[in-house]
Nanobody, 131 residues
Framework: QLQLVESGGGLVQPGGSLRLSCAASGLTLDYYGVGWFRQAPGKGHEAVSCINYSDGSTYYSDSIKGRFTISRDRAKNTVYLEMSGLKPEDTAVYYC????????????????????????WGNGTLVTVSS
């Protein structure tokens, strides 16, 4: 079993930056895609960014493209989401997920259903962007 633990959320002013971490244990993330999804108050889950852990290919949603960067540290079995230029509309609980990829592309993974199509989920970390 794969366990995912997110950290790094908090309160930040508009225009500020945060780095979220998703630490994996139990299994190596090789052969998995790792995705960051978020859920704003009163809304459904939205894919933010996904990364193919093996080859490092990435996908970004249009809402955060150019502001967020996803990366991984293979030695630490950890995936990061660097967020800059934060806006109040980025306020949400951010969840880390993992899905075995096989022939699935990372773009396809980021268009899949959060609840139905992922294999593993973290418990989430809250990001609040407010002055």
């Amino acid at each position: 079993q794969l366990q995912l633990v997110e950290s790094g959320g908090g309160l930040v002013q508009p225009g500020g930056s945060l780095r979220l971490s998703c630490a994996a244990s139990g299994l190596t993330l090789d052969y998995y895609g790792v995705g960051w999804f978020r859920q704003a108050p009163g809304k459904g889950h939205e894919a933010v960014s996904c990364i193919n852990y093996s080859d490092g290919s990435t996908y970004y949603s249009d809402s955060i493209k150019g502001r967020f960067t996803i990366s991984r540290d293979r030695a630490k079995n950890t995936v990061y989401l660097e967020m800059s230029g934060l806006k109040p509309e980025d306020t949400a609980v951010y969840y880390c997920t993992a899905r075995a990829l096989f022939i699935t592309t990372i773009s396809t993974m980021c268009h899949m259903d959060y609840s139905r199509d992922m294999d593993y989920w973290g418990n989430g970390t809250l990001v609040t962007v407010s002055s």
